[in-house]
């Protein structure tokens, strides 16, 4: 059975639309709640706004357990670490990821992913991404059960970042965004409202060689605090709502075993730097929570779990992923996400594969939910990439 934790009548008023509770409203509320899973006991989740945010986009992450701020700079290092950008070997590049979200559920929920990079020179880079989310289509129905028209909800997130090198090993980032989320969309009510605001990440990134029974490989090390910035409102701010501001670090390893085989093991942790709804500060005054700030909201997920640390330590999520590359054209992947049963229960292997020619590579990415009834179970990702410099010089 699934739990559906988000209210949505606190959103649209029952008196005005009544909603048939077909799959894309369930879908809708899985995706609102961003909790949808088995749990042996009462499940505590942090709630938050806009979750899509959250939602890996790349395949070659998607491979690997949704691992990446460590791993080796490619051209989706945008959503997980930008401070990588500055050590890539091409000058410039691009690509399109695409997601059919939650296809155990629905059919027209999908994710479509536009990210690229420019290196001004050999220490600084500029990066951006756009993010389009579409939860496909709700019917809506009156109290008189007659057909009042659709909904379209959607979300979309654009961004763009500035990365330098500081030192042979050491590189940062910032990245400013600006998210859009229209729950509503077809919806006339005054009550409900689209909802948008803006945010900050700050990466870092630190790369050092590293011998090895006399072979050199690479160990790199990777931390980057996404979305931090204001909260969301859907009511004319009624309400207000905390986005997913999350703290990821990462660590990974190259090693070439010879001139055409490389194995790569990469590591992340997770936690939001969102506070505990269940709190018993929150759960007593609600004023509190809307009035509660971004930062302080920051510091306080910290330390206001109910069950004190061993709560807080459930909170952290993990991954670990693994790539072999052929040639540097042919990539087998493999991984593994794990989140407590208690915040979320999202666990499953991924496995995925990848292959580059010339100035292009198509990538694609698979979960395999341990999960029971986990709607992520299946889920495919497809990234096509592409070096913009080697395709001028094919066309030319």
Same mark, same amino acid.
């Given at each position: ?22 799959? %894309? ?214 309400? /207000? ?28 942790? %997770? ?7 269940? /709190? ?117």
């Amino acid at each position: 059975m699934f739990n559906f934790l988000f209210n949505f009548s606190n959103i649209v008023p029952s008196k005005k639309y009544n909603f048939r509770m077909k799959n %894309n409203f369930l879908a809708l509320c899985v995706l609102l709640s961003l909790s949808v899973s088995v749990f042996a006991e009462d499940p505590s989740p942090i709630l938050t706004a806009v979750p899509s945010l959250s939602i890996a986009p790349d395949a070659r992450a998607g491979g690997m357990g949704d691992v990446g701020a460590a791993t080796s700079p490619d051209v989706n290092s945008q959503f997980w670490n930008p401070a990588k950008y500055v050590f890539m070997e091409s000058d410039a590049g691009g690509s399109f990821s695409y997601t059919p979200w939650l296809r155990k559920l629905v059919g027209d929920i999908d994710l479509m992913y536009l990210s690229g990079y420019w290196k001004l020179d050999q220490r600084q880079a500029v990066s951006g991404s756009l993010r389009y989310f579409s939860l496909g289509q709700i019917d809506l129905f009156g109290e008189d059960s007659y057909p009042a028209g659709t909904s379209h909800p959607n979300e979309y997130a654009l961004d763009a970042s500035y990365s330098r090198l500081f030192s042979e090993k050491f590189s940062g980032a910032v990245t400013m965004r600006f998210i859009y989320s229209d729950l509503g969309n077809g919806i006339a009510t005054e009550e409900m409202t689209p909802g948008w605001t803006v945010a900050a990440d700050i990466a870092a990134y630190y790369k050092t060689p590293i011998s090895v029974q006399n072979t050199d490989g690479n160990l790199a090390l990777g931390l980057n605090i996404s979305n931090i910035g204001g909260k969301i409102s859907y009511d004319n701010f009624s309400s /207000s709502n905390f986005i997913p501001t999350n703290m990821r670090l990462g660590a990974s390893f190259d090693y070439p075993i010879d001139t055409y085989n490389k194995l790569s093991v990469s590591a992340d942790v %997770n936690k939001l730097l969102v506070p505990t709804q269940s /709190s018993a500060k929150l759960q007593s005054d609600i004023n509190y929570y809307n009035n509660l700030s971004p930062i302080t909201g920051i510091f306080q997920s910290f330390s206001d779990a109910p069950g004190g640390f061993k709560e807080e330590m459930q909170e952290i999520m993990w991954s670990v992923g693994a790539e072999y590359a052929y040639n540097n054209q042919f990539f087998v992947r493999g991984g593994y996400y794990n989140e407590s049963q208690y915040k979320g229960n999202r666990k499953y292997f991924t496995a995925g594969a990848g292959f580059k020619l010339n100035v292009f590579q198509l990538d694609a990415g698979y979960v395999i939910s341990t999960s029971q009834s986990n709607p992520l179970d299946q889920t495919l990702r497809f990234t096509l990439s592409f070096d913009l410099f080697g395709l001028k010089t094919l066309v030319q």
